[in-house]
């Protein structure tokens, strides 16, 4: 089918061009599920040396594997499925990509040329269902044109701000006879992301970090998909600046740096909200202003001015001015910054600012109440999974309240090593991301901490894991009820519980769905076992392990800020609010 230089020799299929053109793209695995209009494609797929396709249990499963392999390693992550409903499940995870800059690429078959536009059957327009929430997509009806579209896909995936790519392809080009060729050049017209900012933009912001007295670093995940954490401890290490790390950038700069004020937003630390609320100059680098970092948007951070960094120009002013606009990869922008402040010197007053978050830090330090009847404390199994697994390992979270303890219990040294669905907030995420995840780095401990609201709704995926030697570890975090929605029940409708209660009494029994699916089950409910059930979970190399740690269920997620509400209203426990005012005013006359 190919010579030694891997073009096509004669003519091929549009399905053996398809696969050829994986193969060209660097592609190693592939998360999917065949179905009728994909079905030509399976066929060459089988005899490729160079991929491994993983048969998952859940069209939105590929999507999310193909996330996490994305988030562990850098590369594009590769998902497959068939036109119809194949296709449309993974308009979640192609929505959830979107939102947090993931490059993937979804293949998907479609009804044939002819066939298009009459309601055939499995025939959905994923094209314009998708258009909203891809980088860009294709419709192929050509089999000449597989070649250059695969290309094309991977190169705008990965490229500029990162994004997921849909190609949809018809059975029947992918059944047409055709001639391979790999483009040697694409010609995008239009697209031409900007990576290098400009010089005057750059002079400007390090004018503004020369003249701040109250400047904070606001790291988001532009930092890591660009890869730019080295460049960022430089840039912290050179000016002393404190630094924020959003939900997307945890482990872009290390928790146990001094500067490291913890995560911003709805659910930040008090240093970390403060640093934002009360500071002079924001650095946003990566970031994008969310409405859960700023809260009410009117009264966030009224004093500060704004560099804004990012790689798509969209963003920058979008929700916040930006005094200096800068457009720019995040690694070619901190190395500017270096470079220039190294030239010019970045000896800014800062010493009275540091010392009041230092101090905002050690009074209100991240927490939790010890449940007084001896039930097990999530915050603590986190707590001790991290000390246990430590920061080498990868771990991959649902949505809700043990997303929050996760991004909060575990100490992050290392950038690739927290995934989460952050923008779009997708529960289900957190098993097929942490399989995703091991496939793309197989020496890794990958933990998946999981709720057991989300765990119900993909951990078929276990078996996915099972019969592919995937061996990842489940942390359920069980508390019976749908978490985050019933803390808000409790704190803002009088304890009104509609719809949150899983009445679960052990409904499914996780211990033996972990058996049932070829896995090591495991249980705790005791703060005495939870060292010795972990370590034996970490034990565990050869199959997947599932712990179904069942935790005090009135447990909270704090600090919070109440949606909608300003950030000066933050409370670090219920009905408790940090004395800004006091500390702010004792350190406006020390300054």
């Given at each position: 089918?190919?010579?030694?230089?891997?073009?096509?020799?004669?003519?091929?299929?549009?399905?053996?061009?398809?696969?050829t053109?994986?193969?060209?793209?660097?592609v190693?695995?592939?998360?999917?599920?065949p179905?009728?209009?994909?079905?030509?494609?399976?066929?060459?797929?089988?005899?490729?040396?160079r991929?491994?396709?993983?048969?998952?249990?859940?069209?939105?499963?590929?999507?999310?594997?193909?996330?996490?392999?994305?988030?562990?390693?850098?590369?594009?992550?590769?998902?497959?499925?068939?036109s119809?409903?194949?296709?449309t499940?993974?308009?979640?995870?192609?929505?959830?990509?979107?939102?947090?800059?993931?490059?993937?690429?979804?293949?998907?078959?479609?009804?044939?040329?002819?066939?298009?536009?009459?309601?055939?059957f499995?025939?959905?327009?994923?094209?314009g269902?998708?258009?909203?929430?891809?980088?860009?997509?294709?419709?192929?009806?050509?089999?000449?044109?597989?070649p250059?579209?695969?290309?094309?896909a991977?190169?705008?995936?990965?490229?500029?701000?990162?994004?997921?790519?849909?190609?949809?392809?018809?059975?029947?080009a992918l059944?047409?006879?055709?001639?391979?060729?790999?483009?040697?050049?694409?010609?995008?017209?239009?697209?031409?992301?900007?990576?290098?900012?400009?010089?005057?933009?750059?002079?400007?912001?390090?004018?503004?970090?020369r003249?701040?007295?109250?400047?904070v670093?606001?790291?988001?995940?532009?930092?890591?998909?660009?890869?730019?954490?080295?460049?960022?401890?430089?840039?912290?290490?050179?000016?002393?600046?404190?630094?924020?790390?959003?939900?997307?950038?945890?482990?872009?700069?290390?928790?146990s740096n001094?500067?490291?004020?913890?995560?911003?937003?709805?659910?930040g630390?008090?240093?970390?909200?403060?640093?934002l609320?009360?500071s002079?100059l924001?650095?946003?680098?990566?970031?994008?202003?969310?409405?859960?970092?700023?809260?009410?948007?009117d009264?966030?951070?009224?004093?500060?001015?704004?560099?804004?960094?990012?790689?798509?120009?969209?963003?920058?002013?979008?929700?916040?001015?930006?005094?200096?606009?800068?457009?720019?990869?995040?690694?070619?922008?901190?190395?500017?910054l270096?470079?220039?402040?190294?030239?010019?010197?970045?000896?800014?007053?800062?010493?009275?600012?540091?010392?009041?978050?230092?101090?905002?830090?050690?009074?209100?330090?991240?927490?939790?109440?010890?449940?007084s009847?001896?039930?097990?404390a999530?915050?603590?199994?986190?707590?001790?999974?991290?000390?246990?697994?430590?920061?080498?390992?990868?771990?991959?979270?649902?949505?809700?309240?043990?997303?929050?303890?996760?991004?909060?219990?575990?100490?992050?040294?290392?950038?690739?090593?927290?995934?989460?669905?952050?923008?779009?907030?997708?529960?289900?995420?957190?098993?097929?991301a942490?399989?995703?995840?091991?496939?793309?780095?197989?020496?890794?401990?990958?933990?998946?901490?999981?709720?057991?609201?989300?765990?119900?709704?993909?951990?078929?995926?276990?078996?996915?894991?099972?019969?592919?030697?995937i061996?990842?570890?489940?942390?359920?975090?069980?508390n019976?009820?749908?978490?985050?929605?019933?803390?808000?029940?409790?704190?803002?409708?009088?304890?009104?519980?509609?719809?949150?209660d899983?009445?679960?009494?052990?409904?499914?029994?996780?211990?033996?769905?972990?058996?049932?699916?070829?896995c090591?089950?495991?249980?705790?409910?005791?703060?005495?076992?939870?060292?010795?059930?972990?370590?034996?979970?970490?034990?565990?190399?050869?199959?997947?392990?599932?712990?179904?740690?069942?935790?005090?269920?009135?447990?909270?997620?704090?600090?919070?800020?109440?949606a909608?509400s300003?950030?000066?209203?933050?409370?670090?426990?219920?009905?408790?609010?940090p004395?800004?005012?006091?500390?702010?005013?004792?350190?406006?006359?020390?300054?």
């Amino acid at each position: 089918m190919t010579d030694k230089g891997g073009q096509a020799t004669g003519t091929v299929t549009g399905a053996q061009s398809l696969v050829t053109s994986l193969e060209a793209a660097g592609v190693t695995d592939i998360f999917g599920i065949p179905g009728g209009a994909i079905l030509p494609a399976y066929d060459p797929l089988m005899d490729s040396t160079r991929i491994r396709h993983i048969l998952v249990r859940h069209e939105q499963a590929a999507g999310h594997a193909a996330q996490g392999y994305a988030a562990a390693t850098g590369r594009v992550g590769v998902c497959m499925a068939t036109s119809g409903p194949g296709a449309t499940n993974l308009v979640t995870p192609i929505a959830d990509a979107h939102m947090d800059s993931v490059p993937m690429v979804a293949v998907t078959g479609q009804v044939g040329a002819s066939m298009i536009g009459t309601d055939a059957f499995q025939e959905a327009d994923i094209r314009g269902i998708t258009m909203p929430i891809t980088k860009h997509n294709f419709l192929v009806t050509d089999p000449a044109d597989i070649p250059r579209t695969i290309a094309e896909a991977f190169h705008i995936a990965s490229t500029g701000r990162p994004g997921p790519v849909l190609v949809d392809i018809a059975k029947s080009a992918l059944q047409a006879q055709t001639t391979y060729a790999w483009p040697s050049q694409l010609h995008l017209p239009g697209y031409r992301p900007v990576t290098t900012p400009h010089s005057k933009q750059i002079k400007e912001a390090v004018r503004l970090i020369r003249e701040a007295r109250r400047p904070v670093l606001y790291v988001g995940g532009g930092v890591i998909r660009s890869r730019a954490s080295r460049e960022l401890a430089q840039l912290a290490a050179l000016t002393g600046i404190p630094v924020v790390t959003t939900l997307m950038a945890r482990g872009a700069f290390p928790d146990s740096n001094p500067q490291h004020l913890g995560m911003p937003g709805m659910h930040g630390t008090v240093a970390a909200v403060a640093g934002l609320q009360k500071s002079d100059l924001i650095i946003s680098l990566g970031a994008r202003f969310d409405d859960r970092v700023t809260g009410n948007l009117d009264s966030f951070a009224p004093g500060a001015l704004v560099i804004h960094a990012d790689i798509d120009p969209a963003e920058i002013g979008k929700n916040r001015h930006a005094d200096v606009p800068i457009v720019g990869d995040a690694k070619e922008v901190i190395s500017q910054l270096l470079a220039l402040l190294q030239a010019e010197g970045a000896d800014g007053d800062y010493e009275a600012w540091v010392a009041f978050l230092a101090g905002l830090k050690k009074t209100y330090p991240l927490g939790y109440d010890t449940p007084s009847d001896g039930s097990l404390a999530p915050q603590y199994v986190i707590e001790r999974l991290s000390a246990i697994a430590g920061p080498e390992a990868v771990y991959c979270s649902g949505v809700g309240q043990h997303q929050m303890w996760a991004a909060h219990f575990v100490d992050y040294e290392h950038p690739n090593t927290w995934i989460n669905s952050g923008g779009l907030g997708t529960m289900g995420y957190s098993v097929p991301a942490a399989m995703g995840a091991k496939v793309g780095r197989p020496d890794a401990t990958v933990w998946s901490i999981d709720g057991d609201g989300c765990f119900q709704m993909t951990n078929q995926e276990l078996a996915t894991c099972a019969i592919n030697d995937i061996p990842i570890k489940v942390a359920v975090i069980n508390n019976e009820s749908l978490g985050m929605v019933r803390q808000w029940q409790t704190l803002f409708y009088n304890e009104r519980y509609s719809n949150t209660d899983l009445h679960s009494k052990r409904i499914p029994d996780f211990v033996k769905l972990a058996d049932a699916y070829g896995c090591v089950g495991l249980a705790c409910d005791s703060p005495d076992d939870v060292d010795a059930t972990i370590e034996k979970a970490m034990g565990i190399d050869d199959r997947p392990v599932v712990v179904d740690f069942r935790v005090h269920r009135d447990a909270m997620v704090w600090p919070m800020v109440a949606a909608g509400s300003s950030n000066d209203e933050i409370q670090y426990a219920r009905d408790l609010a940090p004395r800004f005012d006091e500390v702010q005013d004792d350190w406006e006359v020390q300054a």
